[in-house]
């Protein structure tokens, strides 16, 4: 129990010096107090440039930096623009947001999550939001800055940054019609063939011909093609394969 009493004790003496080292970034809310200057005590959200407003000297910036150095970064600022001798400023991180990524679209949980050392995975976070909802795509779209990148979950290790949106979209599918036992919409995997998705689709009826297989496919302009398909084509999103009756 001792042991247990001390370890308390010392994370809750280190958890002051990791606030005061953790880097600060956009989303963050922060409290500036300046001593002896209540009038200029502020809290501000960090914008996308890294920067809050304050009275006096209006935009300062503090994202990338630790609480303290901002601290000295604000002082310096009143100091230069003659409003303040000598002034003492101190930050304290009150929302911590910038550790945060969304998770969006086809997905159990949607919302923001924290990182952290242990959970800053696409997977670690994927899984947090409850996994991926029927009929998503294990190839996510990670959002950051406006600047996008494909990253397939089950295969591609993907370390987070904060401020990052993951957005899963549905899975490409294909469909099969027609003289089929079970006509419907079924996932596209690499390298399907014709033949191969008919078999996803419960195989041809009685009544339908496996020489009589049409594919219909977006060609240039969206304008839909219509071709006969061999059984070894391979199969690509959206696809339409309508297998025929049979000509008696």
Known sequence: MKRIAIGILLLALAAPAMAQTEKLGTGDAIRVTVFQQPDLTTEARITDRGTISLPLVGEVKVGGMSAAQAGGSIAESFKKGGYLKNPQVSVALTTLRSRQVSVLGLIARPGRYALDDTSS???????????????????????????????????????????????????????????????????VTPNLTVMQAIVAGGGITPRGSERRVK??????????????????????????????????
């Open 215 to 248: 594919l219909r496919r977006a060609g240039p302009g969206g304008k839909i093609i219509e071709t006969d398909a061999k059984p070894h084509d391979v199969v690509k999103a959206d696809d339409v394969i309508f297998v025929k009756e049979a000509l008696f």
């Open 121 to 187: 995975q696409l997977a670690d976070v994927i899984a947090a939001a409850g996994g991926i909802a029927a009929g998503g795509s294990d190839t996510v779209t990670v959002i950051r800055e406006g600047k996008e990148q494909k990253v397939n979950v089950l295969h591609t290790p993907y370390k987070l940054q904060g401020g990052e949106t993951i957005n899963i979209e549905r899975a490409p599918v294909f469909y099969v019609t027609g003289e089929v036992t079970r006509a419907g919409a079924y996932p």
